[in-house]
């Protein structure tokens, strides 16, 4: 290919149509964070091969179904998200013949990459794959995977159509997007806030939300301060850089974070958000933030300046593409 100018790439989203891979649940937030960001970036064009419906409508496994795919629709790179818990995700064997047999570079995301099994589920993938996405724990794989070189962390994208600051009033003080059914420190945090007469308003969860993705946003919006919790479900090991710090700096809340290293990478504690130590700090702070306007609006206003000039999903795709396709040149995103 040599030092050929791509300009629009293609790019084949092999990825779950729904929320673990359940029809009952709904669509996946892969149709926002990865394919919507995508399409808004006007970087390339953009296919999809949902592993989970082909197996349901079929009855089959996947794997010859997307080979063939692959085979009929020319893809100049596949971006590859996989469901733990599923069988349904595509065989490693399978990827290693697309990417020998069709020449196709293949770019694999991960989440929940706190344990130990992560590093073995990305190692075990990483030979028939040429990049590993880590959008959340950056220390545990860098520190323990096999495959260094394939590495490359990365924040959650979010589609710009939902994330961003309308100007809006603020009418929420506080608010919770997220799962608590196995979070015992979000329930232990959110409980005390309750105690100590802080209305916190909640909702989300992929599954158990019943939020669409532009009321979900919508609430961001709304929001003096949200709060975040970094680590994992069922008290799991390490920390989590979790996509709702996107999505709050972008829609320009200030954003209350459990304090941990993960988040740092992007954003500095302090200049553009508040990290809090336990649930009476997070109490105190809130008291604080609420109580100073001035304090909470220059934070939330650094925290959202910094995630549009720095975490956009066009800065996202630029990043992962200059890396998959090196011998290309991308146009420029609006």
């Known amino acids: ?54 197996a349901h409508a079929t009855k089959e496994r996947p794997d010859e179904h997307l080979i063939e795919h692959c085979r009929k629709k020319r893809a ?34 991960y989440f929940d990459t706190t344990d130990a099994y992560a ?8 030979p028939a794959v040429d990049v590993n996405v880590i959008v959340d724990c950056y220390s545990n794989y860098a520190g323990n995977g096999a495959f260094p070189e394939k590495f490359l962390a990365t924040w959650t994208p979010q589609d710009p159509a939902l994330y961003l600051d309308k100007g809006a009033a603020r009418t929420i003080d506080v608010s919770f997007l997220g799962s608590a ?18 209305e916190v308003r909640q909702g989300g969860g992929q599954i158990e939300g019943g939020l669409s993705p532009e009321d979900y946003a919508g ?64 109490a105190d702070k809130i008291r604080h933030y609420l109580g100073h306007e001035d304090e909470r609006a220059r934070i939330a206003a650094a925290g959202s300046a910094h995630a549009h000039a720095n975490y956009t999903a066009g800065a996202f795709w630029r990043r992962v593409l200059e890396r998959a396709l090196p011998a290309f040149e991308l146009e420029a995103s609006a």
């Open 1 to 54: 290919m040599g030092n050929e100018r791509l300009v629009k790439p293609r790019i084949l989203f092999v990825t779950e149509k729904w929320a673990e891979c359940d029809p009952s649940h709904g669509l996946s937030n892969v149709h926002h964070n990865f394919i919507g960001s995508f399409k808004s970036s006007g970087l390339g064009e953009a296919d999809c091969f949902f592993f989970d419906e082909t």
């Open 76 to 109: 100049d790179v596949i971006f590859l998200t996989m469901v733990r818990g599923t069988d349904l995700n595509p065989a490693a064997e399978t990827l290693a013949r697309i990417r020998s047999d069709l020449g196709i570079p293949i770019v694999s995301a």
């Open 219 to 282: 609430i961001f919006r709304q929001s003096k301060i949200t709060i975040n919790f970094a680590a994992p479900a069922l008290d799991g090991p390490g920390y989590q850089c979790k996509g709702r710090v996107f999505e709050a700096t972008l829609s320009g809340a200030l954003l209350m974070e459990q304090a941990n290293p993960e988040t740092e990478m992007w954003f500095t504690p302090g200049v553009h958000y508040v990290a809090f130590e336990n649930e009476r700090d997070l």
């Open 181 to 198: 059914a196995r979070y015992p420190d979000r329930k232990l945090a959110l409980g005390l806030l309750a105690e100590a007469g802080i």
């Open 119 to 126: 590093v073995q589920w990305i190692d075990a993938y990483a």
